[in-house]
């Protein structure tokens, strides 16, 4: 199976910075699209910014131009950069990749999430 191990949450300022990062590891034969979501309290969980394998970028509009995603696929690692951070970013933020898993008799592919990491910005 495949393990996403998340690092990087804390507690920040307003108007700080912070890094996740996301390792994948296990019995993966290829990644396509990585991503990083969130949940705040009392909130349904959304896409914050996805990566895909070719390099194409989405994020949610209320992080543009403060957060970046960022792959390393000799790593299989994926990194969000959030720069300016506002209270509102505050969430548990969880990792998720597509990948191609190495099967017994063949390969197949799913999604797979991280446990999370809490982001806290106080004002």
């Known amino acids: 199976q495949v393990q996403l191990v998340e690092s990087g949450g804390g507690l920040v300022q307003a108007g700080g910075s912070l890094t996740l990062s996301c390792a994948a590891s296990g019995s993966i034969f290829g990644i396509n699209a990585m991503g990083w979501y969130r949940q705040a309290p009392g909130k349904q969980r959304e896409l914050v910014a996805r990566i895909t394998s070719g390099g194409s970028i989405n994020y949610v509009d209320s992080v543009k131009g403060r957060f970046t995603i960022s792959r390393d696929n000799t790593k299989n690692t994926v990194y969000l950069q959030m720069n300016s951070l506002k209270p509102e970013d505050t969430a548990v933020y969880y990792c998720?990749?597509?990948?191609?898993?190495?099967?017994?008799?063949?390969?197949?592919?799913?999604?797979?999430w991280g446990k999370g990491t809490l982001v806290t910005v106080s004002s």
């Open positions: 998720n990749i597509g990948a191609v898993v190495r099967g017994v008799s063949s390969n197949y592919g799913a999604s797979f």
